[in-house]
């Protein structure tokens, strides 16, 4: 059993429409993150979470404890978003990573 | 600033040999983690240093080890190399330990043949 689910796996938006990606987790956290990776491999931290909701431009991260979910919003999504974007929560000592979401955005 | 360096950026290595990977955390970071990222197990946590010591360790045999310079730079090691631990390395340095704030390096690719 992952402890970190992910949904949806893959995502295919037309330039404009508004994106949800969801984060669903199993263990207790201290943070959930959310990051992007584009092809070639480099990964950046878009969001830290341990409550509440973050907003940086376009992006906007919710987290709801209680029910252990989260989830990543695109607003006005562009061709550049196009990444996967990967939830990880740090439980305890550990981190817990999803399997990630792909996201093709067509001009 | 400069950001997270690792090196060398791929690398080719056969089954049984041993490979040293090394990551420089950005200036007055100190704490780094590493992560391994394959196809089918996606992204892993290996371990975490700070101030020299190793705080968590994830779940990989004893084949991966580590360790942080008094500068801070850390370097993993991979002896006995297996087909399976073909994969992109990761670091991440954090100003603190507990890597709540995440900058992550360029990775390292190896391939074992």
């Not at chain 1, 429409?17 to 987790?25: A, G, K, L, M, V």
């Not at chain 2, 990977?21 to 290996?46: A, D, E, K, M, N």
């Not at chain 2, 297996?82 to 603190?96: F, R, T, V």
Request: glycine share 10%.
């Amino acid at each position: 059993k992952n402890e970190v689910e992910q949904s949806p796996q893959n995502l295919t938006a037309q330039e404009g429409e508004f994106i949800t990606i969801n984060c669903s987790y199993s263990v207790g956290i201290s943070a959930l993150h959310w990051l992007q990776q584009h092809p070639g491999g480099g990964i950046v931290s878009l969001f830290m979470l341990s409550s509440g909701k973050k907003k940086h431009g376009r992006l906007i991260a919710t987290i709801n404890i209680q029910e252990k979910h989260s989830s990543l919003h695109i607003t006005a999504s562009h061709p550049r978003d196009s990444a996967v974007y990967i939830c990880a929560v740090r439980a305890g000592n550990q981190f817990y990573f999803g399997t990630g979401t792909s996201l093709t955005v067509i001009p | 600033k400069a950001g997270v360096t690792q090196t060398p950026r791929y690398l080719i290595k056969t089954r049984g040999q041993q490979v040293t990977l090394s990551c420089s955390p950005i200036s007055g970071h100190r704490s780094v983690s590493w992560y391994q990222q394959t196809p089918g197990q996606g992204l892993q946590f290996l371990f975490e240093y700070f101030s020299e010591t190793q705080r968590n360790k994830g779940n990989f045999p004893g084949r991966f080890s580590g360790r942080q310079f008094s500068n801070s730079r850390s370097e993993m090691n991979v002896s006995t190399l297996e087909l399976g631990d073909s994969a992109l390395y990761l670091c991440a340095s954090s100003p603190m330990a507990g890597a709540n704030v995440l900058t992550f390096g360029a990775g390292s690719r190896l391939t074992v043949l």
